[in-house]
Nanobody, 125 residues
């Protein structure tokens, strides 16, 4: 059974950095896509960044491009999101998500098959 467990969230000042991790287990992710989404209170869940597990091809939302970096460690079956130059608009619960058997990153949350429980990121000024 696939499990995704996020960690690394916390409280950070504007302009600071955080690194989120997602430990994945339960299948061979070689032909999959893994992505980060986020959801702020009162807002819809939105795509942040995604990566093809085998190809390493990445995609970012315009709001985080140049500030966030997604990466994966295949040996550890782990997904990461390095977040720099954080702003109050980045505050949200961040979710790791898996889309099986598809190697192109898609931004639609409804296309993803598995989700982690989320990790809270709070940014204060």
């Amino acid at each position: 059974q696939v499990q995704l467990v996020e960690s690394g969230g916390g409280l950070v000042q504007v302009g600071g950095s955080l690194r989120l991790s997602c430990a994945a287990s339960g299948r061979n992710f070689l032909r999959d896509v893994m992505s980060w989404f986020r959801q702020a209170p009162g807002k819809e869940r939105e795509f942040v960044a995604g990566i093809g597990w085998r190809t390493g091809n990445t995609k970012y939302s315009d709001s985080v491009k140049g500030r966030f970096t997604i990466s994966r460690d295949s040996a550890k079956s782990s997904l990461y999101l390095q977040m720099d130059s954080l702003s109050v608009d980045d505050a949200a619960v961040y979710y790791c998500a898996l889309r099986q058997n598809f190697e192109v990153v898609n931004t639609m949350s409804t296309l993803y098959d598995y989700w982690g429980q989320g990790t809270q990121v709070t940014v204060f000024s």
